[in-house]
């Protein structure tokens, strides 16, 4: 007579432990490769808004050179009135200048301007990461049509996981003085999922290269 071998519960119990590790371990692997594919993903986007900012930058320095503006004017669509006297001081096109220890939080369309700039003090900007990220967000812009005008909508569901600026800086020449005709241009993206976060900053120089002023 025949002796049949059967797996003692022991040696099933090994199988299915040894089964369940393998299947955890393949999850995690598979969960870490999600997580560093969404980290790549969102690196490659940080860098995309910051470069983003500094191109806009150099395009209004050109856009003013070619408009026979300040090069440092950040210019606003008027029309100017003849029988409006304006100061002197102040170019009428301009809505406000690059200069030294200022924070640029910049729009890409408000009201009537395609781009809406808003100069800070650089003492606007917190030591606290979370109070930047808030002050800085990105939001999905959401439009209702009123006749012929669209009025915009601030929705906080809009809110994206990024937020950037410009922290325009001078150059110490010597002894305190600072050079207005070259800036320091950094361009901030802040970024905040889950228990990720970081800081993106992109850094370049931008002055006038008309000589002849």
């Known amino acids: 007579m025949k002796k049949f071998k059967a797996f003692t519960l022991i040696e099933t119990l090994i199988v299915i432990v040894i089964f369940c590790i393998w299947i955890l371990t393949v999850l995690i692997w598979l969960s870490q490769t999600i997580r560093n594919k969404e980290h790549a993903n969102t690196q ?8 983003e900012w500094i191109e806009l930058i150099f395009n209004l320095r050109d856009a003013n050179y070619h408009k026979e503006l300040p090069w440092n004017c950040i210019f606003k669509p008027i029309t100017i009135d003849p029988n409006k006297v304006y100061d002197e001081d102040k170019n009428p096109f301009c809505d406000d200048v690059l200069k030294p220890w200022k924070i640029l939080k910049i729009s890409m369309w408000s009201d009537d301007k395609y781009l809406n700039t808003e100069s800070l003090e650089t003492s606007s900007l917190s030591d606290d990461f979370e109070k930047n990220l808030e002050k800085f967000q990105i939001y999905f812009h959401t439009w209702t049509n009123n006749w012929f005008s669209y009025d915009y909508v601030w929705n906080e569901d809009e809110e994206t996981w990024f937020a950037r600026y410009i922290e325009i800086k001078g150059i110490d020449i010597w002894w305190g003085n600072v050079d207005d005709k070259l800036l320091k241009v950094e361009s901030h993206v ?19 290269y008309d000589f002849n002023q």
């Open 44 to 51: 490659i986007k940080s860098a995309f808004f910051a470069r």
């Open 190 to 208: 802040l970024y905040k999922r889950w228990d990720l976060t970081w800081e993106k900053v992109m850094e370049t120089f931008i002055g006038n």
